[in-house]
Each structure stands twice: as structure tokens, then as C-alpha cells.
């Protein structure tokens, strides 16, 4: 059922995920958002999303670059996503403000840069469909060399959370109404 | 400073979990705890409860000061379109909770406010709240200048949720779970990245004092 749920959104998310990078960025012959696997110099290992608590969730992995330059991971986009971006956390003090990295996520040549809680993820919001933990996403990140690479990942469970995808609790036969926030114009 | 105490302590117990996050200031904070016994790190000034009136996720006023009065209470403010360490800080605080033993668990109170409230209402607090383990979480909302305020108060700086051109917005929030005692004051918080174990540690000692 989930699959046929992310295939129909599909469509849908292409559309929206105009504002992660199709058009305007360096990358002027953006692929597809479904790439070839091609060999690409970018590869992700151990990839995971961390099972998301509302319409936002976070992959994490570790990024490598073979290559023999440095590439930046401009954005991407993931069936039934509004919106793909690397985001960062800043610790300020007391607080802590996420935030889309500045000119995208650099990969050094022959380097690697790990996505990990408290530091960098790839942050995937307005989720249309509650992911469970079990299920793999196929995420496309975009590159600044004008490659995408399909990351898939499982949705892995979080420890103090519950896993049976019953988030609608005890008052809920109103509540299927996460997406209805002012977040995304 | 987490490491700090961790390192004072490593004689005694090997097994404080320093899950990395970057040695922040924190406003006040001074002496390891390692002389008190708590795994958390200490404040040189006690901070008092936030005598601040939210709305809880029935949509009743819950004033933080008065409706946990005496009780021993563990405070975080986040929000719930985060996707990384608001769930992460939550879930631990659960896992920590659940490995009370329920009589002293029930009483010990665990406060979410948002930092979001245009978007965090009480049904949506409500609904993310229920997807952690710990059932008895208490989930709060407000005017955004009484959540400033409460902030604050115990020691966490916000400004307004930022719309970014992208249509993201970013929200800030606070760095830390606040433990109070039972004189409702606190001078006992835990970073993100913290080890639910060392948390329930000082829930009970907080529970014996």
C-alpha cells in the first residue's frame, strides 16, 4: 500500500520539488529526479531515516566522494516529499537553530562527511505519508557537477518511540491533519 | 562541560556516554557535578519553574509553576516539525521514564513547550507526543512572547520562528532538558545527546532529596 501511495505522489512531488533544485541552480542540464546509476563519484553507506515523530524526518549516512574533486550536494528530491535540503544544526548558547547549509553540503575530494544526529542530515519535509519502520525511501540527492545519485533507506526505529504507526492515539479520528501547517508556500 | 563531569567521575563510573555534542557555553554553569552525585551538569545559580500559564493538549491553561508544584519535573522546549534532536531528546527522556519504576515514575512530571506555535497546536503537540513511548507527557503552547519569556527564564534565548524565501522556516529551541526538584527549583540540566540511563539516575535522586 505504501508503495502505491509513494508511486501516485510521485507525480506531485516532482512538481513541488521545483523548489529544491531544477531549475536556478549551478547545475544548468539537471537530470531527472529519477537518475540512471550511473557510476558517480558520491556514494552514501548506511543510510537511515530516523523513524519521524510528524511530517518532517531526517536521513542520515555517510557521504563519500571518490572523486578527485570536491562536489556539493545542491538539494535532492524523494517520492512523496514536498521539500529535500541538507540542513545543519548551530548550537547558540542555550539554543539550537536548524538551518539549510549555506550553499549546499561540499564533499572534499577523496573525503567523506557524515550525516549524524546533533550535526548535518538530509532533512525531508512534508512527508505525505506516515512512514512505519521497515519501509525503504528512495531519496535522489542533487550535485553541484550536475549528477544526482538514488540513496535508498530504511525507516529505522527510534528507541523511546513507539513502532506501531498508531500516532493518532486516543483522540484522533479528526487528526490526520499534520500537513495543514503554514509551513510551505 | 558534560564531559567535564564525566571525566571527574570516570573513577567511580565508567560509563558516562559523551554523545559528542560540541561543549556549548551554558549560561552559568560551572562546577562538574561529580561532588553532588548527579550526572548532569550543574548551575551556579538555581533557576526557578517558569510561572508562565500555557495551554495544554486538552486546551486547558496549565500554569508550568503551579500545576507542578512539588514535583519533581523534567522541562524541554522544542518543536515538533524537527526532525532531529526534539524527537531524539524526547524519545530518550521516554526511554529514561520508562525505566523508572512506575511508583516513582508517577511522580515525575515531563513538560514539552513549543517554540512553534503557529504551527505546534495543542491537537498537533498532542498527536507527536503520542508517538513517544512515555504516555504521560505533558505538551504545552502559548502566546509566543510567554513562551520567549518562560524560555527565558530558565536560561534559553529564542527569537521568532524565521520564514526563509524557500517557504522553510526555522525554529529555534532550547539545547537542553531542565530537571527541577521538589523546591521547584533547577539547577540540574542535560545537553542534547545525553544517556536516558544518566537522566533517570538523577530523576531519582531528585525523587530521594
Known amino acids: ?185 | 562541560m558534560k564531559r567535564l563531569a564525566g571525566m571527574a567521575l570516570a573513577g567511580v563510573l565508567a560509563l558516562v556516554g559523551c554523545a559528542a555534542t560540541d561543549d556549548a557555553p551554558v549560561a552559568q554553569v560551572i562546577t562538574p557535578s561529580n561532588t553532588t552525585g548527579f550526572m548532569g551538569t550543574t548551575l551556579d545559580q538555581p533557576l526557578p519553574k517558569p510561572d508562565v500559564t500555557l495551554t495544554d493538549t486538552d486546551g486547558k491553561s496549565f500554569n508550568v509553576a503551579k500545576d507542578t508544584k512539588g514535583r519533581v519535573t523534567a522541562l524541554y522546549i522544542g518543536y515538533t516539525h524537527c526532525p532531529d534532536v526534539c524527537p531524539t531528546t524526547m524519545a530518550d527522556l521516554s526511554v529514561a521514564m520508562g525505566s523508572l519504576p512506575p511508583d516513582q515514575a508517577k511522580d515525575v512530571d515531563v513538560v514539552f513547550i513549543t517554540t512553534d506555535p503557529d504551527r505546534d497546536t495543542p491537537k498537533v503537540i498532542r498527536k507527536w507526543l503520542n508517538s513517544f513511548s512515555w504516555d504521560r507527557l505533558i505538551g504545552l503552547t502559548g502566546e509566543y512572547s510567554d513562551i520567549q519569556a518562560a524560555a527565558k527564564s530558565v536560561g534559553v534565548f529564542l527569537d521568532p520562528p524565521v520564514k526563509n524565501p524557500d517557504g522553510t522556516i526555522t525554529v529555534e529551541h532550547g539545547a537542553q532538558v531542565i530537571l527541577f526538584g521538589k523546591d521547584d527549583t533547577s539547577d540540574l540540566i542535560f545537553t542534547s545527546g545525553f544517556e536516558p540511563s544518566d537522566v533517570a539516575h538523577d530523576l531519582q535522586r531528585l525523587l530521594q532529596e
Open chain 1, 1 to 185: 500500500m505504501m508503495k502505491t501511495i509513494l508511486v501516485l505522489a510521485a507525480a506531485a512531488a516532482l512538481a513541488l520539488a521545483g523548489c529544491s533544485n531544477d531549475t536556478g541552480t549551478p547545475s544548468e542540464s539537471a537530470p531527472p529526479a529519477v537518475s540512471e546509476s550511473a557510476p558517480a563519484a558520491v556514494t552514501v553507506s548506511d543510510a537511515y531515516i530516523a523513524q519521524p515523530a510528524s511530517n518532517t524526518a531526517a536521513m542520515f549516512g555517510t557521504v563519500s566522494n571518490s572523486g578527485s574533486e570536491a562536489v556539493t550536494i545542491t538539494g535532492g528530491s524523494a517520492p512523496g516529499v514536498g521539500m529535500v535540503q541538507v540542513h545543519e544544526f548551530v548550537k547558540n548558547g542555550n539554543t539550537e537553530v536548524m538551518q539549510e547549509v549555506p550553499g549546499g553540503l561540499e564533499i572534499p575530494a577523496g573525503g567523506s562527511v557524515e550525516l549524524k544526529p546533533g550535526s548535518y542530515h538530509v532533512m525531508l519535509m512534508e512527508v505525505a505519508d506516515q512512514w512505519a519502520v521497515g519501509d525503504e525511501v528512495t531519496v535522489t540527492l542533487n550535485l553541484s557537477n550536475g549528477d544526482s545519485i538514488d540513496v535508498t533507506a530504511p525507516v529505522k526505529a527510534r528507541e523511546g518511540m513507539t513502532q506501531d504507526e498508531s500516532m493518532d492515539g486516543m483522540e484522533s479520528d479528526d487528526s490526520m491533519d499534520m500537513e495543514a501547517s503554514p509551513s510551505a508556500s
